[in-house]
């Protein structure tokens, strides 16, 4: 009995010790965490000093050389132009290390030359462990020689970014607000650009002349001044396809004789014929190259966020900065400072985002596109820092969307999983440091029904958990690269149609959220449920949140967000008003601060005690218009989630916003500014106060949509072109929300897509959607067939994109369709197209040359819908269809 009681009493003792040891280990495993996040600060604090540093070197380069344009005298509006930037020339001149432009330039003085390699050798220590792995040598070691830099994956992924070398680049900064520069300031960064790219050897296209023409006082290809470069003049008519063709003719616009006063524009096979003006005709020829713009756009602000159908795609950087997307954009924004930068590396909608342990790494995955193979499903691991990709993976390798990321986080981050879109979900493990492209580890069926989220375990190593519809599953990734799954059981516990949401616990364990309501404790190294906390939300748990002191936040589809203790006590909640719809994702901002993600595509900001601020707002559907106001910088946006929406371009915030009961087709601001006129879809049109918001007035000219709608430019009169194919005309009267209806115009064959009126106000031009064009006199309403009378005529605005300023903009084998959007700036220098293809195109006004080249932009993912300068002509709006993106370009 004595010696029972002593094995008894020992086994306790062992007992209770085990107890204390595994205790003991998760406390050690705790704090290596918590280390781990201040190490991690630190050196993401760090290194966005150094790329402040940079940036305040190179601004400083560029006013003591005398090469910087002069009134941008920000760090951030002088950093956006081709070469002008420290992150673009950083991508440019190799892998992108922080003040890489210092190096790709000419003339440093001594101070800034010290400044730029200390932070780069700095940056450099950072970064060396993972990016010597992938690439034998540290990337940010190049020469300050531009012929001996070579085509790395960073140069490509320029070309993969823009889709033409003459956009802007994989970034862009911006800072809010700053004074508008004049709109005649020369582009002192367009030289640079050209001696780089010539001597690094990119492929070219033919969609600029700084590829073929050295401009005055730039190097040139071969190292002469102010001569042709690479190409003469013959070989550019070659490229033109105008070598084997008369002088009067080309594959798309014909003139049949020299003397001819008009030309026939083809588009989808259609003949339009289009008279020349009287000042054009000695000297037109079909022939001729129309040189693009010396000047660029560089993205200025995105606003939006993509919270209606995307998860994990809110987090909080080290740096102060939160990261998102929308469009094809990832942001980074600095909310104390009010600043974006922008990773402009995706040729399509962006999907998914997951950080890197180092919270210096991002990768971003996007769905497929149209355009080849650089718009395949693919993933970009770049740096949130200096924003330079760093590799490209499974381009080729996906048949859908990709969808869920997480990189490793036991291991330090060295493997990421994906899964994509396609049928069976398929679930990949990548080396994502080997070789460029990466090395695919091993792949596997995930599901066939919805896959939510894919997370690598906190503390086991290869341990890795997915969840979604019906299922969720523990994966275990043996020394081999073999993926071995278990699914998880629930068994007396109910059983939910969807796993929502996941986190983890300190110590381990997994927490997910179901489209029950309720919230499940996973035990670590299991796959059966330990706790189970019933109906914690009233619908589906969207998101569950970790935060640094052990606790949790969820969120749901209720708007509820339930703040829990370590031990997942309910501590307190906080409601999210309808209107910013339900709670899509919660990060951790600074301190005790929640950085929340709706369902309709708004950011919000706040904690348990104060009220929740939206910080980003945006649109939720179909994106159909926008019109800019004519005196202030504002601007006004409606689309197919009825919401009218007023922005200030330079706080970069909205207004006011309200739901006018149906969806918006178009939108356009009154001369004076202080009413709006919103086109309907019934041939409803009404008016609100710019100020108040407030529904003034209400008219209705036909049955169909308010396709388009355009003030004179006197303001005296008001033009509506509605889908029924007529143009309706209205009288101002002295109060501005009454209108006197003058009359309508009949003779389109098809709907009305576009207006413009004269300068004198006395004439009015309109295109249709099978490409007429017609021109009127609005107080008779008939058609004006002579073209005497209008060939001579300038015009207020340019949105017609079917007339003889903009015959350059149709590229061959184009469908008519393709272009949606035209406009010029006020003093008539450019001409901006937007298209199908999410392409915004910068040409010299007037494009009136078969062969118009032009600097071309990406961003958006969709259809861009509209495209108009703000009242200054320095700033541009262009309006995504359905990535309800709305993105403010800058001129430089």
Request: proline share 3%.
């Amino acid at each position: 009995m004595i010696k029972y009681h002593r094995i008894r009493s020992l086994e306790e003792m062992l007992e209770t010790e085990k107890a204390g040891l595994v205790e003991r280990v998760y406390d050690l495993e705790r704090q290596v965490l918590e280390h781990k996040d201040e190490i991690v600060c630190l050196k993401s604090t760090l290194a966005d000093v150094l790329r402040r540093l940079a940036t305040i070197d190179n601004a400083y380069e560029h006013s003591t050389s005398g090469s910087g344009r002069g009134g941008t005298g920000t760090v951030a509006g002088g950093g956006g132009g081709l070469g002008a930037s420290h992150s673009t020339a950083a991508t440019t001149a190799g892998q992108g290390g922080i003040g890489d432009s210092v190096a790709a330039g000419s003339g440093q003085n001594s101070l800034s030359s010290k400044s730029f390699r200390f932070s780069r050798n700095t940056l450099t220590r950072l970064n060396s462990s993972v990016e010597e792995k992938r690439f034998g040598r540290v990337p940010s070691r190049v020469t300050s020689s531009p012929s001996r830099i070579k085509t790395t994956l960073a140069q490509k992924a320029i070309h993969y970014s823009n889709g033409s070398l003459h956009s802007d680049s994989l970034s862009s900064h911006s800072i809010s607000p700053a004074p508008s520069p004049s709109p005649k300031q020369p582009n002192a960064s367009t030289n640079a650009h050209h001696a780089l790219l010539a001597s690094s050897g990119m492929g070219k296209r033919w969609s600029s002349t700084g590829d073929f023409i050295s401009t005055p006082g730039s190097p040139s290809g071969t190292g002469s001044t102010g001569s042709m470069s690479r190409f003469s003049a013959k070989s550019l008519l070659n490229l033109s396809g105008h070598s084997s063709r008369q002088g009067n003719s080309h594959p798309y616009v014909q003139r049949k004789n020299d003397d001819d006063e008009y030309v026939k524009l083809y588009i989808s096979g259609r003949p339009i014929v289009i008279h020349i003006p009287e000042a054009q005709l000695p000297t037109y020829d079909l022939t001729k190259v129309q040189p693009a713009p010396n000047r660029r756009l560089r993205l200025d602000w995105a606003y939006g966020y993509r919270g209606k159908d995307c998860r994990s795609n809110l987090y909080q950087l080290p740096t102060g900065e939160m990261v998102y997307f929308v469009a094809a954009v990832v942001i980074l924004y600095n909310m104390d400072e009010h600043t974006q930068r922008h990773y402009l590396g995706h040729t399509d909608d962006v999907k998914s985002l997951a950080v890197h342990p180092n919270k210096l790494l991002v990768a971003s995955g996007q769905c497929g596109g149209t355009e080849g193979r650089e718009s395949l499903p693919h993933i970009l691991i770049w740096n949130s820092v200096s924003l330079a990709t760093l590799n490209q993976i499974g381009c080729g390798e996906f048949t859908g969307a990709i969808n869920c990321l997480s990189f490793s986080r036991a291991d330090s981050g060295n493997i990421l999983a994906a899964i994509d879109d396609s049928p069976d979900k398929i679930i990949s493990i990548w080396d994502w440091q080997k070789k460029e492209g990466g090395r695919k580890i091993t792949e596997t069926k995930c599901s066939v029904d919805t896959v939510v989220a894919v997370e690598f375990h906190p503390l086991d190593k290869g341990q890795i958990i997915t969840i979604g519809k019906n299922h969720i599953a523990f994966w275990s990734l043996d020394q081999h690269g073999m993926l071995y799954k278990r699914m998880g059981v629930f068994e007396s516990f109910e059983k939910p149609k969807y796993v929502t949401a996941i986190s983890f616990t300190q110590t381990g364990d997994v927490v997910t959220g179901d489209s029950s309501g309720n919230l499940a404790v996973w035990k670590r190294g299991t796959n059966v449920i330990s706790r189970f906390l019933k109906k914690v939300h009233e619908g589906p748990v969207f998101t569950i949140c970790a935060l640094r002191n052990g606790g949790f936040v969820t969120g749901g589809k209720d708007g509820l967000l339930l703040l829990f203790d370590d031990a997942l006590h309910m501590k307190a909640d906080q409601i999210v008003e309808e209107h910013f719809g339900a709670v899509r994702v919660v990060a951790q901002g600074k301190g005790s601060q929640l950085l929340i993600g709706t369902t309709k595509n708004c950011i919000l900001s706040g904690d348990f005690t104060l009220s929740l601020v939206p910080i980003v707002m945006g649109h939720t559907d179909i994106l159909w218009s926008l019109s800019t106001h004519p005196q202030v910088a504002q601007f006004v946006t409606g689309g197919k989630d009825r919401l009218l929406q007023l922005w200030d371009s330079l706080s970069h915030s909205v207004v006011w916003s309200k739901d006018i009961g149906e969806p918006i087709h178009s939108v356009q601001i009154a001369n004076g500014g202080e009413v709006v006129v919103v086109g309907g879809g019934t041939g409803r049109w009404s008016v609100f106060d710019i100020v108040t918001r407030e529904l003034l007035a209400t008219y209705t000219d036909g049955q169909d949509v308010i396709q388009c709608m355009q003030f004179s430019p006197d303001g005296n009169l008001l033009a509506l072109g509605s889908k029924d194919n007529c143009i309706y005309i209205y009288q101002c009267t002295k109060v501005p929300h009454r209108f006197s209806k003058i009359g309508k115009c009949t003779g389109h064959s098809s709907f009305i897509s576009h207006l413009d009126w004269s300068k004198d106000s006395q004439v009015l031009r309109s295109n249709s959607g099978d490409y007429e064009l017609l021109y009127w006199n609005p107080t008779l309403c008939r058609q004006i067939t002579s073209q005497s009378t209008v060939k001579n005529l300038e015009w207020a605005t340019q949105n017609c994109s079917v007339c003889f300023e903009t015959i350059g903009i149709w590229p061959e084998n184009f469908d008519g369709t393709d272009i949606n959007s035209v406009c010029k700036d006020g003093e008539e220098q450019f001409l901006v197209s937007a298209d199908d293809f999410g392409k915004i195109r910068l040409f010299s006004f007037p494009a009136s040359q078969p062969k118009s080249l032009s600097h071309s932009y990406r961003g958006h993912s969709s259809h861009v819908t509209a495209v108009q300068f703000m009242h200054d002509g320095v700033r541009l709006l262009s309006a995504g269809g359905l990535d309800t993106s709305v993105l403010q370009w800058r001129v430089v």
